[in-house]
């Protein structure tokens, strides 16, 4: 079978530095994959790479199947993408954001209408489809963005830092979208997070630092591998426990919210 992504050999270099050092990983279809690593050590590069938004130097990567250098637009057709940062506009109601989203994709409008109440009922936010964004919380906001990725149903969907800042009960609703989505659409989920915590309901997990694959393998099976705890500890004896300087994590995160802009809107 088709992994859902497939990485060979993939390097990246910005002014010299390598941000991505001869990565190499498969993902197969229907697994939640979790993408962890300290700031500025290649996540948000190789997630780029792989939404198409970044070239690499070389090495490849193909996403459900299709190349992402040759086959760009394939690639974006199969993909969901829940960024980080907020990308709704709040001018909009609900019900609007979606039909926008459903007309990016060219889904048809009595197709558009049905997917729009289903990930909306999914979300718990069906009540609230016709109310302007900008009155949500923020974590009805979140729980938008994750109905909005699944609108064109992606057969891989990228969530990036998906609880981030929200209180427990919201994190607990969000949880629950995202095994319902495992359970009934069999999507892929690549994700990346800093919380140890939600990283150990991944099937299995990743931990990148200086551009390296460091480990990748089920979450207990690695705290046992290294006589840990807890993944936390498994995360802080590979990486380190000192600071990092975020100055360069940053300038990319600019570079990318540039470019997300020029190509998903």
């Keep these: 079978m088709t992994p859902a992504i497939a990485v060979s050999h993939l390097v990246r270099t910005y002014n010299g530095l ?5 990565l190499s990983l498969e993902i197969p279809a229907g697994e939640l994959f979790g993408f962890l690593g300290p700031n500025g050590a290649g996540k948000t590069t190789t997630i780029n790479i792989l939404c198409t938004l970044l070239a690499p130097d070389s090495g490849s990567a193909h996403v459900a199947g299709f190349d992402c250098l040759a086959q760009s637009r394939e690639v974006r057709r199969a993909i969901g993408i829940i960024f980080q940062d907020p990308s709704l506009d709040e001018r909009l109601t609900a019900w609007e954001n979606l039909e926008f989203h459903g007309m990016i994709y060219h889904l048809p409008k009595l197709l558009r209408r049905q997917r729009m109440e289903e990930v909306l009922r999914l979300v718990a936010l069906w009540e609230r489809r016709h109310d302007i964004v900008k009155t949500f919380s923020g974590g009805m906001k979140r729980r938008l963005e994750v109905a909005r990725g699944l609108m064109h149903e992606p057969r891989v969907l990228f969530l990036d830092e998906p609880t981030i800042g929200l209180d427990p009960q919201t994190r607990c609703r969000i949880w629950e979208a995202i095994e319902r989505i495992r359970s009934e659409r069999r999507t892929t989920l690549f994700m990346t997070t800093h919380s140890m915590e939600e990283a150990t309901r991944c099937d299995r997990v990743a931990i990148l630092d200086h551009g390296k694959l460091l480990v990748l393998d089920r979450p207990q099976a690695l705290i046992a591998r290294q006589g840990a705890r807890n993944l ?7 990486t380190g426990r000192g600071l990092r300087d975020e100055a360069a994590s940053e300038n990319e995160m600019l570079r990318t919210r540039v470019r997300r802009l020029k190509r998903w809107r």
């Design 232 to 238: 936390e500890e498994v995360f802080l004896n590979l």
């Design 18 to 22: 390598t941000a991505v050092d001869d």
